[in-house]
């Protein structure tokens, strides 16, 4: 499986945005690549950044912080749950 394809999935079923360590972290639990390389998190931070750098508003990522949740990424099309607040989805323009 390509990096991106684990990304996608690990965030696809997150209910939260995840830190870019806690996707590898998942990336790896739920071995979905077979081979790492020596800087996995590194190599999974890239991907994201990349996509968003590139791709812009039609990247699947989006960055996503507040007070609690700071640094964190969701698939665009998540319905984000970043407090206690009620569900809101992420509008891009």
Do not use: C, F
Not at 2 to 20: F, Q
Not at 25 to 34: D, K, M, S, T
Not at 49 to 77: D, H, Q
Request: net charge positive; aromatic share 6%.
């Amino acid at each position: 499986m390509t990096w991106r394809k684990a990304i996608d999935k690990v965030l696809g079923s997150s209910p939260t945005p995840l830190h870019y360590n806690e996707i590898t972290q998942r990336i790896i639990e739920e071995g979905l690549r077979q081979k790492l390389g020596a800087t996995p998190a590194a190599t999974v931070n890239a991907q994201i950044a990349v996509s968003i750098k590139r791709e812009g508003a039609k990247s699947p990522y989006i960055r996503v912080s507040n007070e609690t949740s700071w640094g964190r990424v969701a698939l665009r099309t998540t319905t984000l749950y970043l407090s206690d607040a009620p569900a809101q989805r992420a509008e891009i323009p």
